[in-house]
């Protein structure tokens, strides 16, 4: 008989408990910690932001296909993980004792790392639906009387695809809206280059990245750091190559909307052995934390080095197949333990992506998602809008029937017609 317990009911949360099910025989127990009873689809907030999605469209009542499942689901949160005495302390004070664990918090959204930054502050977030939900009320509020507009990602971000999602995605509603003549964009981002995604490009994401901006008369400065943001005013150092301050740019604005750093969750950071400085959980190529054999690490809050040096810090993204890849290596090494064998399987780490720039979009896969690559390419057109549009409704649809199946596999492998990538060796 073995305790499962998997933190966080997010995308990696939520598969790797679908995917653990599977493994568990009789007498086993798998319980899913999560804050609320509710589960979100992440990549449709930049949508709802615009008004184009409604939240009950994109949310699901996770707590509900658990219970369905038979897997108990505790919505009140953890406070702290204990690894040494192999508990979850809760929110509420209790504790949730467990042979192996999963950590699959997600990230930490550090705003407070730079004063006036994130919805409590001056600038809109599409990091959760809440922020998104705000942000398309203040967008209301913004067109009734149009200015400048900023959209980016801060230092030490590591998710940069929603960026520049959410820059065309607004370009496309404000020329609908029939406003865009009466609003300049300036996109901000601490990528050494349009398009870099913390990858150091994929294919030709720089070329047609770039292009998208001139097209749409988007103008943008890379290497930069935000030093603070005020009402309708962020000031941005331009850095240099040899991190000095090339220039400082005091930008106004009337709405602006910038992804912050990450960082882990309180419940684990600041663990000796378990997380790194930023919080990120450790793990080796079985997804498994040195320290402690039995945690396991999956998801954004792992912890991955950057593809090199650059002047501003810049986080490696945990695209939806990559974090796939470790759900389903983990379930395996999980299963393998519990048999009296040791773990083998290895997360393939590729990266895919849908970017839906709301009339058009560009997709790119990656394989290894570090440089140097077998497979590096990229595409565009508007068959990305479109095919976005058909995943979200599909992963919706399978989420809420708790299906285990490999999604962005059948869904954006498939219909690429790239067939070779695997999710776990």
Request: glycine share 12%.
């Amino acid at each position: 008989m073995a305790n499962i317990v998997v933190l966080g009911a997010g995308l990696g949360g939520t598969l790797m408990a679908y995917e653990l099910k599977a493994e568990l025989g009789k007498g086993d127990t798998l319980t899913v910690i999560g804050q609320g009873s509710r589960y979100h689809f992440v990549p449709s907030n930049p949508w709802v932001a615009v008004g184009w999605r409604d939240r009950d469209e994109v949310e699901i009542d996770i707590a509900g296909v658990m219970a369905k499942k038979g897997i108990t689901y505790l919505g009140q949160g953890a406070a702290r993980v204990h690894p040494a005495e192999n508990r979850v302390e809760l929110i509420d004070g209790a504790s949730v004792p467990y042979d192996y664990l999963v950590i699959a918090t997600g990230p930490e959204l550090a705003f407070d790392e730079i004063p006036g930054l994130g919805p409590n502050g001056f600038t809109q977030s599409v990091c959760h639906v809440d922020h998104a939900e705000k942000a398309f009320e203040m967008l209301d509020s913004f067109a009734a009387n149009p200015g400048p507009v900023i959209v980016g990602a801060v230092q030490g971000a590591s998710c940069f695809g929603p960026a520049y999602e959410f820059a065309f995605i607004l370009d496309t509603e404000l020329r609908k809206r029939k406003i865009r003549d009466k609003v300049p964009m300036t996109f901000v981002t601490s990528e050494p280059y349009i398009g870099h995604l913390g990858l150091d490009g994929v294919g030709d994401t720089k070329g047609l990245l770039e292009s998208q901006m001139r097209n749409r008369h988007i103008k943008f400065i890379t290497n930069a750091r935000v030093h603070h943001v005020e009402q309708g005013k962020m000031t941005v150092e331009e850095v240099a190559d040899d991190g000095s301050v090339k220039m400082t740019h005091v930008l106004p604005f009337g709405y602006s909307m910038m992804l912050p750093a990450f960082r882990g969750v309180t419940a684990v950071r600041g663990i000796d052995g378990l997380t790194n400085p930023r919080g990120f959980i450790l793990v080796d190529k079985h997804q498994r934390n040195p320290k402690f054999p039995n945690v396991f690490g999956v998801g954004v809050g792992v912890a991955i080095p950057p593809v090199g040096p650059t002047p501003v810090p810049v986080g490696v993204p945990k695209t939806g197949f990559m974090i796939e890849s470790m759900v389903t290596a983990t379930a395996k090494n999980i299963g393998s333990l519990m048999h009296g064998q040791e773990p083998s399987a290895q997360g393939s780490w590729n990266a895919v992506c849908l970017a839906d720039f709301g009339d058009g979009g560009v997709a790119f896969v990656a394989e290894p998602q570090i440089p140097p690559r077998n497979l590096n390419w990229s595409a565009q057109g508007r068959w990305v809008h479109y095919a976005k549009i058909a995943f979200e409704k599909y992963f919706i649809r399978k989420i809420r029937k708790g299906e285990s199946e490999p999604f962005y596999e059948r869904i954006i492998m498939e219909g690429l017609g790239i067939k070779r990538l695997t999710r776990a060796r």
